[in-house]
């Protein structure tokens, strides 16, 4: 099955600097990449997705990159704000796209 | 409904009981996840359900674990003989896309604690 690995676990920024996640995954018949937020004590949020015909994609303060060669994807946050700090998720579905297979989340804290 | 719906929000049961968790996914959504996510780890699969196809049990950790969903709507996640290794929080997820793992919308959660 898909495996996918994320990297770092935790992450602390100052407010107004960058955040950059990074996740790999196994599976290069694999099409769609999410990320999810999940601040403290909530449910997971789908923020960005991309899918294997693009290489990046943007929205306002997010963007996510997506190496197929490589089997890699990250998330960049670009001036970050104290509601940013909370959990991140990536995941991929593998070749059988039926279901999602996560990383084990980056815990992001920005420092005001 | 508007969201998917789980119940209850938080169950604390003795070690060696049964526990039943239910989840209301969104009215229309054809595939129900459930997924386990223990204190500050990641989300780990246990089942999935498309329409009327056979589930997918692969996630479930031991037999000790089942689900079922009736009429293609609510699903139930039983756990027999609970342990202490069970507390987590049990997240459901529904969605209307079929075979991408796109579209996911997730519930708030049962949070489990055996003691």
């Known amino acids: 099955g898909e495996n996918v690995e994320q990297h770092p676990s935790t992450l602390s920024v100052q407010e107004g600097d960058s955040a950059v996640i990074k996740c790999t995954y196994s599976?290069?018949?694999?099409?769609?990449f999410p990320w999810y937020k999940q601040e403290l004590g909530k449910r997971p949020q789908l923020i960005i997705d991309?899918?294997?015909?693009?290489g990046e994609k943007k929205d306002q303060r997010i963007a996510v990159t997506l190496n197929k060669t490589a089997k890699h994807f990250s998330l960049h946050i670009t001036e970050t704000q104290p509601e940013d700090s909370a959990v991140y998720f990536c995941?991929?579905?593998?070749?059988?796209?039926?279901?999602?297979?996560f990383g084990g989340g980056t815990r992001v804290l920005v420092k005001p | 409904g508007a969201g998917v719906s789980q119940s209850p929000s938080n169950k604390v049961t003795e070690k060696g009981k049964d526990v039943e968790l239910r989840c209301d996914p969104i009215?229309?959504?054809?595939?129900l996840y459930w997924y386990r996510q223990s204190l500050g780890q990641g989300l780990e699969f246990l089942i999935y359900?498309?329409?009327?196809?056979?589930?997918?049990k692969s996630g479930l950790p031991s037999d000790r674990f089942s689900a079922e969903r009736t009429g293609g709507s609510v699903s139930t996640l039983t756990i027999q003989r609970t342990q202490q290794e069970d507390s987590a929080v049990y997240l459901c997820?529904?969605?209307?896309?079929?075979?991408?793992?796109?579209?996911?919308?997730f519930g708030s959660g049962t949070r489990l604690t055996v003691v």
């Open positions: 599976d290069s018949a694999s099409n769609y």
């Open positions: 359900f498309q329409g009327n196809s056979a589930p997918d």
């Open positions: 997820a529904s969605s209307g896309v079929v075979g991408t793992g796109a579209g996911y919308t």
């Open positions: 995941a991929s579905p593998g070749a059988a796209g039926n279901k999602l297979t």
């Open positions: 991309i899918r294997s015909n693009v």
């Open positions: 009215s229309g959504h054809t595939a």
